[in-house]
């Protein structure tokens, strides 16, 4: 099941359904896809059958990194699903085609981007790591992906 593909890409963006952050949003209204909220000059997009996840920033000085995660996911089921949106803010460093990441729960992320993909080592609860590959993205294909999940999940609701 791809629910375990979620809770990694919970972990990358500092999010957990035990935690919140006045910094955090969250919807489950069926609404217009939502854009990134910065400038980003970096953009990499997850997607699963029930889960879409963008990581974006831009270079505030040199190494140092400043944006926003954002993650919708889908919950319930139909009739009754919905698709959940929330984006916290996402912060770090780089040092070449080596990025870490600085999240809001003060966990660091470690990662690495080639060939138009970041792929990010998640610490899993067994002591090994599991990498997730997000593939290089601009807002608008965030926003088609976003799209996409949603309309799938209004499909299988009235299906």
Same mark, same amino acid.
């Given at each position: 099941? %791809?629910?375990?593909?979620?809770?990694?890409?919970?972990?990358?963006?500092?999010?957990?359904?035990?935690?919140?952050?006045?910094?955090?949003?969250?919807? #489950?209204? =069926?609404?217009?896809?939502?854009?990134?909220?910065?400038?980003?000059?970096?953009?990499?997009?997850?997607?699963?059958? !029930? *889960?879409?996840?963008?990581? $974006?920033? $831009?270079? *505030?000085?040199?190494?140092?990194?400043?944006?926003?995660?954002?993650?919708?996911?889908?919950?319930?089921?139909?009739?009754?699903?919905?698709?959940?949106?929330?984006?916290?803010?996402?912060?770090? &460093?780089?040092?070449? !085609?080596? +990025?870490?990441?600085?999240?809001? !729960?003060?966990?660091?992320?470690?990662?690495? +981007?080639?060939?138009?993909?970041? *792929?990010?080592?998640?610490? $899993?609860? !067994?002591?090994? #790591?599991? =990498?997730? #590959?997000? &593939?290089?993205?601009?807002?608008?294909?965030?926003?088609?992906?976003?799209?996409? %999940? &949603?309309?799938?999940?209004?499909?299988?609701?009235?299906?």
């Amino acid at each position: 099941m %791809l629910r375990c593909a979620r809770v990694v890409l919970v972990l990358v963006v500092g999010l957990s359904a035990a935690c919140s952050s006045d910094d955090s949003k969250s919807t #489950t209204a =069926p609404s217009a896809s939502r854009t990134p909220v910065i400038a980003a000059t970096s953009g990499y997009l997850f997607t699963a059958p !029930d *889960t879409v996840a963008y990581l $974006q920033w $831009q270079t *505030t000085v040199p190494g140092a990194i400043s944006g926003t995660g954002l993650e919708s996911y889908v919950v319930g089921t139909a009739p009754n699903a919905s698709v959940v949106t929330k984006d916290y803010p996402l912060g770090g &460093r780089t040092n070449g !085609d080596a +990025i870490v990441f600085e999240v809001e !729960d003060q966990h660091l992320r470690a990662g690495r +981007i080639a060939a138009g993909t970041l *792929t990010v080592e998640f610490a $899993q609860a !067994d002591g090994g #790591t599991r =990498p997730v #590959t997000f &593939r290089s993205a601009s807002p608008a294909e965030y926003a088609d992906a976003l799209s996409r %999940l &949603r309309a799938s999940v209004e499909a299988s609701n009235h299906g």
